[in-house]
């Protein structure tokens, strides 16, 4: 099948600690993006990367990094400079196209849960 | 920077009612997508308008684009438990190829 697989689906970690969220993808998509969504919130773009061994920054960036080593794979990890780490984090993927924007396709998400 | 907002941002309706969610964007779009994202769930792809003016419909579902194309709406006609959910328009942002998110609205369906 298809698809964007998230790993785990919940995850636990003490203040303090960095953490790694796995999002894997097999559309042969360009790009791919991390969200953050808080309860009854919007989404917020983290980052973003458009082409392989590239990515940009998002609205919220402060405190997160990625790598983007291979088309398959864009891995999130949340540091401990980020102050409110707890969220719901959804990886999302899409076709890169010059004339328009495309539309995009989501992982089930990560609970993150820093106690 | 660009914003695209939406109201309102809860709705409870009795099922049968019906159900109209509104966006605006601050800028002009090029295109407008609405996804739906059930309870615990992802967000989900619904539909993309791109005219101004467009009216789409799927099934109780009725998507437009406005002449402008600042803004759009999602009306559903006879609302449905299997409606419950928080409906999200997305438009192209400055920049590259990235979505701004609307600020959402959240449909509860009582029976």
């Known amino acids: 099948d298809g698809g964007i697989t998230q790993s785990p689906k919940y995850l636990f970690r003490k203040e303090g600690q960095n953490v790694t969220l796995s999002c894997e993808q097999n559309l042969n998509h360009d790009a791919m993006y991390w969200y953050r969504q808080d309860p009854g919130q919007g989404l917020r773009l983290i980052y973003y990367?458009?082409?392989?061994?590239?990515?940009q920054k998002g609205d919220i960036a402060e405190g997160y990094s990625v790598s983007r080593e291979k088309k398959e794979s864009f891995p999130l990890t949340v540091t401990s400079a980020q102050k409110n780490p707890t969220a719901f984090y959804l990886c999302?993927?899409?076709?890169?196209?010059?004339?328009?924007?495309?539309?995009?396709?989501f992982g089930p998400g990560t609970r993150l849960t820093v106690l | 920077g660009q914003q695209v907002m939406q109201i309102p941002q809860y709705q409870h309706v009795q099922e049968g009612e019906d159900f109209t969610t509104y966006c605006n964007s601050s800028?002009?779009?090029?295109?407008i997508q609405w996804y739906k994202q059930r309870p615990g769930g992802h967000p989900v792809f619904l539909i993309q308008l791109v005219k101004s003016g467009e009216v789409k419909k799927q099934k109780r579902l009725t998507f437009q684009f406005g002449e402008a194309k600042k803004n759009s709406s999602l009306h559903i006609t006879a609302t449905q438990t299997t409606d419950v959910g928080t409906y999200f328009c997305a438009g192209p942002a400055p920049g590259g190829n990235k979505l701004t998110f609307g600020t959402g609205t959240q449909l509860k369906v009582e029976l």
């Open positions: 999302a993927s899409s076709m890169r196209t010059s004339r328009r924007t495309d539309t995009q396709y």
């Open positions: 800028t002009t779009l090029s295109n």
């Open positions: 990367s458009q082409i392989v061994n590239d990515f």
